[in-house]
């Protein structure tokens, strides 16, 4: 929201950062002015929404050559030199955005590796993701019309062999659409407690004119009660990584942990660690290729669990602390939430 109370697009706003990002990177003028001339708010959203997706700098490539087709025909090259700073910016001005997304994407990769569905548990339901690796089975049919053999192809999943790779680019992309079936169920909930008509696809609320005028009020409500973040993303790890290690039974530090304790702490480096060692697979620790990746990964969910909590609890995120309070996160939640207030996302 501007100061003048305005609300603020966010596409309009990336917008506009990511034109002032492309004039100071160095790249060819022409090809700056022709971008900063034709880009609209739904290229920005083309490249930027689909980034949960798991959406690659190729095929944004392709969607800004799409983009500009009508007012020029340019080649792949250079929309490939378009998309590449794209990813930098946002790489660079949402740094915890894309610290919260590979975090979480991570929890997928881990629980997959140990050879487990990837649940994700809200107080009105409990949804499991298992995806698995396509087999390829060949089989003929007989094409009456031709009077001859075919030989078609099936893909069916595999009954053992886990896809790692599509778990991992879909975890977050299910965190969400499932935070929002939260936040909109919330809303059905308190209008059907006072018996009012509500119909809802996702967060678009439908109701009559005199409740309508209550629904960003009852929204805001709903996601003030939803609480701190670091909640929701201590949670999921403890859904998904903790209860392997309590299946196990190795570590007694990590199973005296009860799970409303563990969602409000900040996980230090040697708990994190702990965890990690509790679930490894005997298949990963026998193999030194896998262990390294195994390895580097861990190395990876810590990058990104300290750099999403330092931006949630620290009031200077860039100081590289690693000492984060959980008190400190519940000031800067509270802080933020007196804020949400007012008329947002209401559509006359």
């Known amino acids: 929201m501007k100061d003048d109370q305005r609300i603020e697009d966010v596409y309009v706003h990336i917008m506009e950062d ?30 930027f929404m689909p980034i949960i ?9 392709e969607d800004i050559k799409m983009a500009l087709k009508p007012y020029f025909y340019p080649a792949f090259k250079e929309s490939f030199l378009l998309a590449s700073p794209c990813f930098k910016f946002w790489r660079e001005y949402y740094t915890e955005m894309e610290n919260l997304i590979r975090l979480i994407r991570l929890v997928g990769w881990f629980a997959s590796t140990c050879e487990s569905s990837v649940h994700y548990v809200t107080p009105f339901f409990c949804t499991s993701q ?40 879909s975890t977050f992309v299910n965190f969400i659409h499932q935070k929002d079936a939260l936040i909109a169920m919330g809303v059905i909930s308190k209008l059907y407690e006072v018996n009012e008509p509500i119909y809802t696809v996702h967060e678009n609320f439908i109701s009559n004119p005199l409740v309508s005028v209550h629904l960003p009020y009852i929204y805001l409500e709903v ?18 990584l903790v209860r392997l290690a309590k299946d196990r039974g190795d570590d ?27 679930i490894l697979p005997e298949t990963i620790k026998m193999d030194k ?53 007012g008329q947002y996302c209401l559509h006359h």
């Open 223 to 240: 996601l003030r009660e939803l609480g701190p973040p670091l909640r929701f993303i201590n949670s999921f790890i403890y859904e998904n």
């Open 130 to 169: 298992n995806y698995m690796v396509k087999d390829s089975h060949i089989i003929w049919v007989y094409d009456k019309v031709n009077r001859k053999k075919r030989k078609v192809t099936l893909r069916l999943s595999s009954r053992d062999k886990r896809d790692r790779k599509k778990t991992e680019v």
């Open 53 to 61: 997706y798991g959406k690659t700098q190729m095929s944004t490539a």
């Open 18 to 47: 990511l034109k002032s990002f492309i004039d100071k990177e160095d790249l060819p003028e022409s090809f700056v002015k022709l971008f900063n001339k034709f880009i609209d708010r739904k290229l920005v959203k083309s490249i």
């Open 289 to 341: 290729e896998k262990l390294k990746v195994w390895r580097a990964n861990i190395s990876r969910f810590k990058t990104f669990y300290f750099g999403y909590t330092r931006f949630v609890c620290c009031e200077d995120p860039s100081s590289g602390s690693k000492d984060m309070k959980w008190n400190d996160h519940v000031i800067k939640w509270e802080k933020f939430s007196s804020r949400l207030n």
């Open 252 to 278: 007694k530090e990590i199973l005296g942990l009860e799970e409303k304790r563990f969602t409000e702490m900040v996980l230090t480096e040697d708990l994190i660690d702990q965890l990690f060692a509790c």
